[in-house]
Nanobody
Framework: VQLQASGGGLVQAGGSLRLSCAAS????????MGWFRQAPGKEREFVAG????????SYSTSVKGRFTISRDRAKDTIYLQMNSLKPEDTAVYYC?????????????????WGQGTQVTVSS
């Protein structure tokens, strides 16, 4: 069972990136999914979550209005569209599959984690 995150890179402040996370080995189409991030020296934090059918989304205060989470259940893939990026968005971004059908912000609600993709925003 794997979650493969991709799409990270180096971008200037104000720019955009789109992260993808594809599942392999088993389907997560009935699970909520989430994006988390971890900056150097900081704890992993919740970024965004989406319910099993995409009907419910949630965002951290720091990214609300700039980031959009979505999913394609047929492809078993979730996305994170990141606009108006700021240097403080610099982190390793992880995708994760929840134990539940609706998203939660707590790490312990998530049982499967991807390997992470680096996002660096220069000022």
């Amino acid at each position: 069972v794997q979650l493969q995150a991709s799409g990270g890179g180096l971008v200037q402040a104000g720019g955009s990136l789109r992260l993808s996370c594809a599942a392999s080995g088993r389907t997560f189409s009935n699970n909520a999914m989430g994006w988390f991030r971890q900056a150097p020296g900081k704890e992993r934090e919740f970024v965004a979550g989406i319910s099993w059918n995409g009907g419910i989304t949630s965002y951290s205060t720091s990214v609300k209005g700039r980031f959009t989470i979505s999913r394609d259940r047929a492809k078993d893939t979730i996305y994170l569209q990141m606009n108006s990026l700021k240097p403080e968005d610099t982190a390793v971004y992880y995708c994760a599959a929840a134990r539940t059908a609706v998203p939660a912000s707590e790490n312990n609600y998530y049982r499967s984690w991807g390997q992470g993709t680096q996002v660096t925003v220069s000022s």
